[in-house]
């Protein structure tokens, strides 16, 4: 945290912290990936963790997910989540959609759909109503209900995986990489979804490597950088042209 | 897919989700119910009873395809449950008097209760390491049913076992057994459709896709694998159970490594997954000694390169290859959205 900047936002004067990282390390074997990483993020913000690749922003979700080894104290919504199962924290609103999107490519797009409302116990109308706003916000999902989900073009897929986890009910987004493949055009799209969910209240923690498109939705960002937090900013900051060159050549702060 | 029971066919009496989606499907699942209840009019003695090894290995096959194609586990042990299944048959029914139907439903609990206890620990191995692991359960209930003498009779094995039957009622001839057990073949496939269809079958098909991902959206997937792992273990000992009846003698060897092989070679050759494949491939396996006849005695040669051959040309299996066919057959108006 030595080399962390902190800055108040005029935006977020007085928020309630959703989520609170305190030391984070994870390790992959004996490789430690990631060192003693320290955050929060804000109800209701989009939250951009950007870096280049390998500097540990997969890892950082997966560790949030238990599903790399860890330490640290994490608190979620005020309670210590540190020694829940993925599945648990899933149930709790904590929802990834992980690198790769994690698509049941065979399965059609409503049995995918239908699997991220699977640990629901909020009733079938709460999740018909989850369902229709998928639909609006995607209307091409609706179209291809039956269609095999393998079969889905790659915006679609990361369509499919941000609907199915908003039919997990998540109190808090974790999205890993979503321009991963996809042409700007088709990533615009995602964006603009992504500012509607963030408009209806909803968190996002995004992770990104292509930070002007992750800047232009983000309240507030942290570059990562070899598995420590580089840099704290406010996201309009880190968006001109200078803080991004200094971000990816390797500066240590942003001035 | 609701006039699919209305088939004629008395042996696959077919519950309306079966078969499913398009024309062609129905059509070749009637075709397939229509052979296997036609096939005892033409079959010999000898495939006739062929036949009926192969539909209790079709049970085995349903149940292992559960926790193989469905859930996307590894599993070289399932011969265990079999002997569990079918050891506890036999000594029950010929050492203790029970009725066959007390002691499937032993045979049945004692297999779930096992596969439970061991499944709590094995199945948090992924990959090889699964495999390892099953792969020694197996060997383990093979060197017991060898050494535990007072109960299995070692090598000698148990003679006598009585054949299948409620009360007066019993079987005794090998076309009977045939009717029955490919009854209980599609109560088998019937089951194993209900379960891919239900909120744990997706989760099941979720686990097999991805397990991260599976437990990402609130999938317990470690509890689920238990389930598959159990179910399937149940599959396993009632075709144990079948298998001591019909033969009506009980030896290790029934359920040795040999017995894993073949459970693959149908696997894989039917098409691990469809459910139905490994149905097709415990008939197609189960029936090769009579189609190599005098050749038999090559026939774990057969195995292996009928096996290479389809994993190398039709890794999906025989039954895609005739469902496609007959997609291209039935459903050539529609534009044929494809299954699986």
């Known amino acids: ?255 | 897919m609701a006039d699919s029971e209305s088939s004629a066919t008395p042996s696959l009496a077919l519950p309306p989700r079966i078969a499913r989606g398009s024309r062609s499907m129905r059509i070749v699942v009637i075709s397939m119910a229509v052979i296997i209840a036609a096939l005892p009019f033409v079959a010999s003695t000898y495939v006739l009873s062929l036949l009926v090894l192969a539909s209790i290995y079709a049970v085995l096959a349903i149940g292992l395809d559960l926790f193989m194609g469905q859930t996307g586990q590894v599993s070289f042990g399932h011969n265990a449950f079999a002997a569990l299944g079918g050891y506890a048959t036999a000594i029950l029914t010929t050492a203790h008097n029970w009725p066959p139907l007390a002691a499937l439903a032993f045979s049945i609990v004692i297999s779930v209760i096992a596969a439970l206890i061991v499944g709590v620990r094995t199945l948090q191995l992924r990959g090889h390491y699964l495999a390892m692991a099953t792969l020694a359960l197996g060997m383990i209930a093979y060197t017991l049913a060898v050494q535990l003498t007072s109960l299995t009779n070692g090598f000698a094995g148990i003679t006598g076992i009585a054949p299948l039957g409620i009360g007066p009622l019993e079987l005794t001839s090998d076309l009977q057994y045939y009717y029955v057990v490919w009854i209980i073949v599609a109560l088998g496939i019937w089951s194993s459709f209900r379960i891919k269809d239900s909120r744990v079958g997706r989760a099941l098909g979720a686990i097999a896709g991805n397990e991260e991902a599976a437990s990402a959206l609130g999938i317990n997937a470690a509890r689920l694998k238990l389930i598959a792992f159990t179910i399937s273990a149940a599959y396993a000992a009632v075709a144990g159970a079948l298998m001591a009846h019909f033969i009506g003698f009980l030896s290790p060897e029934v359920f040795g490594l040999d017995l894993v092989t073949l459970l693959f070679a149908m696997l894989f050759v039917g098409g691990i997954g469809t459910i139905y494949g490994p149905v097709i491939g415990a008939v197609l396996i189960a029936l090769l000694p009579a189609i190599l006849g005098p050749l038999a005695d090559y026939r774990q040669l057969a195995y292996g390169v009928i096996l290479l051959a389809v994993i190398m040309f039709a890794p999906s299996g025989a039954f895609r290859l005739i469902a496609d066919l007959a997609e291209r057959l039935f459903d050539r108006s529609s534009e044929g959205e494809k299954h699986g």
């Open chain 1, 1 to 255: 945290m030595s080399e962390t900047s902190r800055q108040q936002l005029p935006e977020t004067a007085a928020p309630s912290v959703i989520l609170d990282v305190r030391d984070l390390t994870a390790t992959y074997g004996r490789v430690e990936v990631l060192h003693s990483v320290s955050f929060h993020v804000n109800e209701g913000e989009v939250l951009v963790v950007l870096g280049p690749n390998g500097a540990g922003k997969s890892t950082l979700l997966r560790a949030l997910m238990a599903q790399v080894q860890r330490t640290g104290s994490i608190r979620f919504q005020g309670e210590p989540v540190e020694k829940r199962a993925t599945d648990q924290l899933a149930g709790a609103g904590l929802i990834m959609v992980p690198e790769g999107r994690g698509i049941l490519g065979p399965l059609s797009v409503r049995d995918n759909l239908d699997l991220g409302s699977y640990m629901r116990r909020d009733g079938r109308g709460a999740i018909n109503a989850d369902l229709d706003n998928v639909f609006t916000l995607f209307p091409r999902l609706k179209e291809r209900q039956s269609q095999r989900a393998g079969s889905l073009s790659g915006g679609e897929q990361q369509m499919l995986a941000i609907g199915r986890a908003i039919l997990g009910n998540p109190k808090l987004l974790l999205l890993d990489e979503p321009s991963l493949g996809l042409a700007p055009r088709v990533m615009d799209e995602i964006l603009q979804s992504l500012e509607m969910l963030k408009n209806r209240g909803l968190t996002i923690l995004l992770v990104e490597q292509k930070a002007p498109l992750a800047l232009k939705i983000a309240s507030r960002a942290y570059v990562l950088r070899s598995g420590h937090i580089a840099i704290e900013a406010n996201a309009v900051d880190l968006a001109s042209e200078e803080a991004l060159a200094k971000l990816y050549l390797g500066a240590h702060d942003h001035g």
